[in-house]
């Protein structure tokens, strides 16, 4: 139990043109999931906290236009970055919470994004 | 200001020595304790959680909390190689609230 699921795995795009990042809670519902982006050799930078059916609360200094997401059911969130550029060129990972398992955070296997 | 701080190593052990690995937290009122385990380009799994005082076990793992002095330890017996990670340490300060997870320490377990 408890799986979290992310697609693409790898996606490479070209500047300038937009991603989007699928991340499923299978087996349970979550009522918070969680993105996060890792640079290499860094440790996890939380982007942002979505609930679903509101508005994602950005950390500070996430751009909200840039990265856009969306949580509109409790077993779906999606990240888009718009307008890419390579310095967002990154390992991007999503998490989520199960709402009946004591708050615990479960995270998707991440989706590399190269933007060349 | 909520913070979670870790020895970012590396921390080497040899073969089927115990690895322990330590995490202290800012917020005396903080709820829960996580500990998740990261390899090289993979993201974070989830080893254990603890919520009270004292020792958890959970195979060659065990987690050890003392809130008092704002600590929470993991400890892995028997390491093996494949123990070679990262190990992150996250807290949640308040229920329905975000974690707030450390930087990590990379621990390097020598054949």
């Known amino acids: 139990g408890a799986v979290v699921s992310q697609h693409p795995s790898r996606v490479i795009c070209k500047s300038g043109t937009s991603v989007k990042i699928e991340c499923r809670s299978l087996?349970?519902?979550?009522?918070?999931m969680f993105w996060y982006r890792q640079f290499p050799k860094q440790s996890l930078m939380l982007m942002a906290t979505s609930n679903e059916g509101s508005k994602a609360t950005y950390e500070q200094g996430v751009e909200k236009d840039k990265f856009l997401i969306n949580h509109a059911s409790l077993t779906l969130s999606t990240l888009t970055v718009t307008s890419a550029h390579p310095e967002d060129s990154s390992f991007y990972i999503c998490?989520?919470?199960?709402?009946?398992?004591?708050?615990?955070?479960?995270f998707g296997p991440g989706t590399r994004l190269t933007v060349t | 200001q909520k913070e979670v701080e870790q020895n970012s190593g590396p921390l080497s052990v040899p073969e089927g020595a115990i690895a322990s690995l330590n995490c202290t937290y800012s917020d005396r009122g903080s709820q829960s304790f996580f500990w998740y385990r990261q390899y090289s380009g993979k993201s974070p799994e989830l080893i254990m959680f603890i919520y009270s005082n004292g020792d958890k076990e959970d195979g060659r793992f065990t987690a050890q909390l003392n809130k008092a002095s704002q600590y929470v330890s993991l400890l892995i017996r028997d390491s093996q190689p494949s123990d070679s990670a990262t190990y992150l340490c996250?807290?949640?300060?308040?229920?329905?609230?975000?974690?707030?997870f450390g930087p990590g320490t990379r621990l390097s377990v020598l054949p």
């Open positions: 996250a807290v949640n300060f308040s229920y329905g609230q975000n974690f707030v």
């Open positions: 087996d349970f519902q979550a009522t918070t």
């Open positions: 998490s989520a919470r199960d709402r009946d398992r004591h708050y615990e955070q479960y």
